[in-house]
């Protein structure tokens, strides 16, 4: 899969930690995961130390699709770093292979006029460096 750009390189970077470096890790390969707990089966993103669900500290990745539709956005007016381009969407993208997970991404090369709650959506990776891969999300061409 390939990469495009759509924010600068200015953006605020997200922090990986001891939890969530497998998730980034797996997104500079260009695969999107979702921590599964290894005891119920529940998955959950953001990753978290204990299920929600059952309480186990025990869990695997599950990598998915990335295919999914939008749940809800937001059209943004004010930049949050030099040379961004305006508005940009932030969305919370219901993904269809992740056990209910929901995933707060931006939605890119749409006119924010053309959104809907539904929207089918599919993935697309931005490359902000040679490290760090972000998964955003752009209409299905399907
Ligand atoms: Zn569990």
């Known amino acids: 899969m390939t990469s495009e750009r759509?924010?600068?390189?200015?953006?605020?970077?997200?922090?990986?930690?001891?939890?969530?470096?497998p998730f980034w890790q797996a997104a500079s390969e260009h695969r999107l995961v979702v921590q599964r707990?290894?005891?119920?089966?529940?998955?959950?993103?953001?990753p978290a130390p204990i299920c929600p669900s059952c309480r186990s500290g025990h869990s695997d990745w599950?990598?998915?699709?990335?295919?999914?539709?939008?749940?809800?956005?937001?059209?943004?007016?004010?930049?949050?770093a030099a040379g961004q381009q305006l508005?940009?969407?932030i969305a919370i993208i219901a993904l269809e292979d992740?056990?209910?997970?929901?995933?707060?991404?931006?939605?890119?090369?749409?006119?924010?006029?053309?959104?809907?709650i539904g929207l089918p959506v599919e993935l697309v990776w931005e490359d902000?460096?040679?490290?760090?891969?972000?998964?955003?999300f752009r209409p299905a061409s399907r």
Not at 14 to 19: E, N, Q, R
Not at 37 to 46: A, K, S, W
Not at 100 to 116: A, Q, T
Not at 128 to 136: D, H, N, T
């Open 6 to 21: 759509f924010f600068p390189d200015g953006m605020p970077q997200p922090l990986a930690d001891a939890i969530t470096l």
């Open 98 to 116: 992740a056990g209910g997970v929901r995933m707060i991404s931006n939605l890119v090369g749409v006119d924010p006029k053309h959104l809907s």
């Open 87 to 89: 508005p940009f969407v």
């Open 128 to 136: 902000m460096s040679g490290e760090l891969s972000i998964p955003r």
């Open 37 to 46: 707990c290894t005891g119920c089966g529940h998955t959950r993103l953001p």
């Open 62 to 80: 599950k990598e998915i699709s990335g295919r999914g539709e939008v749940y809800t956005y937001t059209v943004v007016h004010r930049p949050i």
